[in-house]
């Protein structure tokens, strides 16, 4: 049975790469029926906080991402990794190390101001064994170090192929450090041993890693997983992504507004597609196509305008009730939420969820297009009241506009807009001085959906009360020209 594992570090909130690792390891394991072990590599214990576990959890369920096993946390584990030091210490395959961490930087400054190239030059594998003994007994602080063999190490990497490396360039690398905490090649082997991982998929970064890694299953006798190293993410300059592209924390896109699985597609595409067409694709579909195989080679840009295009589709694909489940909390947090939304209301909140999604990118956005149909306390623009508010010819045809409003027997669109453009007619004017002026009296922007459909589910009343707001709205341009 495949099983595969991802295994963050607890020392910040889960990254947009580490995410994409966690995506393509899950579908491999459902595209598999296999399993999704999830690991907290936190022997970092200075820089690791149970906070940030809980961040990462928090993140991998927005997402979607369930797992089958752990979290384990290594911390937990300390023991066991001493132990298995010490078993390869026992089998010959590893050595006890008394250098002092200021000797070896000595001796490494040194040769490097020689011009040569400097590795851990084996002076405790040499020790005398009495010595070795002495010094153990005395309890001089000792790392535990690898004893690398001769020769190379050739494995297949299941992206990049072929890969072989000479073992004349690995170091004897530490497995224990003298205070005994383990290092990331034991940690990570002993854990991968444990667990059966059969399949490691993670980033280029790691690829230097794999060797050593190799060799350290090889040491305890066990079968070595197949690997899978994924391209790194670029910015969008073509540079490894970092802070500098903006916060790329997986949560921060969530505060953002995006939906999951418009995010999950985003990050699932990087370096692989389900397909030529491009659109919206279910979980269940990415599963069914994943595969190793159509894994790019190429290192992928993150782009956030087509992450934008995918959100906005799907919030315009989405079924309206599913769309308002998520649409819940950011309607709450600003303030109009209320339970007759889903009750009395429901056919016309529906209806108003449908009409303004279709300019809304965003949860955010969406949120703010529905303030002025949920409540009077909403922002207006200066902008759209300077371009369309301060024409003259406002006072005096907003007031007789409202008198036709009232007379209407039913206040519906298609009555609304015969009634404007009739006015419009009979004033010799045209009927897109009253359109804009009534968008941002209404809805205060000057950019929305049709304005009579917006303005029958505004509703007659609300929208009689906000064109009498007309000298009030032109104050904020005055206002603000005052503040400036």
């Not at 992450?307 to 309607?331: A, D, G, K, Q, Y």
């Not at 371009?387 to 036709?404: A, I, M, S, T």
Request: some cysteine; proline content about 5%.
């Amino acid at each position: 049975m495949v099983r595969v594992r991802f295994a963050p570090s607890p020392t910040g909130h889960l990254h947009v790469g580490a995410l994409r690792t966690a995506l393509f390891n899950w579908l491999f394991a459902r595209h598999h029926k296999g399993k999704f072990i999830l690991r907290i590599e936190d022997t970092d214990v200075a820089r690791s906080s149970e906070e940030m576990s809980r961040s990462i959890l928090e993140a991998l369920r927005w997402v979607g991402l369930d797992w089958d096993e752990g979290p384990i946390y290594q911390s937990h584990r300390f023991e066991i990794y001493r132990r298995a030091a010490r078993e390869l210490v026992e089998r010959g395959k590893a050595y006890y190390c008394f250098c002092s961490p200021g000797e070896i930087e000595e001796r490494r400054t040194r040769a490097q101001a020689s011009g040569e190239h400097w590795k851990y030059d084996r002076r405790c594998l040499n020790l005398d064994e009495n010595e070795r003994q002495r010094l153990l007994e005395r309890r001089v602080p000792a790392a535990i170090r690898f004893l690398v063999p001769e020769g190379r190490t050739e494995f297949t990497d299941l992206v990049h192929g072929s890969i072989s490396v000479e073992h004349k360039n690995i170091e004897d690398f530490v497995l224990l450090r003298s205070d005994g905490f383990p290092t990331y090649h034991l940690s990570v082997v002993v854990d991968d041993i444990d667990t059966g991982i059969t399949h490691v998929i993670r980033g280029d970064d790691h690829i230097s890693n794999t060797p050593k890694q190799i060799l350290l299953y090889q040491a305890f006798g066990k079968p070595v997983p197949q690997f899978a190293h994924l391209p790194l993410i670029l910015g969008p300059d073509r540079k490894k992504l970092s802070k500098r592209h903006g916060d790329t924390s997986v949560l921060s896109f969530r505060d953002r507004g995006y939906l999951p699985l418009a995010f999950f597609n985003f990050m699932a595409q990087l370096s692989w597609s389900p397909g030529r067409e491009e659109r919206i694709y279910t979980v269940e579909e990415m599963v069914r196509e994943f595969s190793l195989e159509k894994v790019s080679k190429g290192s992928p840009i993150f782009d956030l305008k087509k992450l934008e295009w995918l959100n906005s589709r799907l919030i315009n694909e989405m079924p309206v009730t599913e769309l308002i489940f998520h649409l819940r909390p950011w309607l709450e947090k600003d303030g109009l939420w209320s339970e007759e939304l889903l009750s009395g209301r429901k056919e016309w909140f529906e209806k108003v969820v449908d009409l303004t999604r279709t300019r809304s990118r965003t949860l955010l956005d969406l949120s703010a297009a529905l303030a002025p149909f949920l409540s009077d306390n909403f922002s207006y623009d200066p902008e759209a009241i300077k371009k369309y508010l301060l024409d003259d010819q406002l006072d005096r045809l907003l007031p007789v506009l409202k008198e036709d409003f009232l007379s209407l027997e039913h206040f519906t669109a298609p009555e609304i807009e015969k009634v404007l453009r009739e006015r419009a007619e009979k004033e010799g004017m045209k009927a897109a001085l009253l359109i804009h002026a009534l968008r941002v009296l209404v809805l205060g922007r000057s950019v929305s959906p049709g304005i009579f459909e917006v303005l029958e589910l505004i509703g007659r009343e609300k929208t009689l009360r906000r064109i009498e707001k007309l000298v009030e709205v032109r104050n904020i341009i005055k206002e603000k020209e005052d503040q400036g």
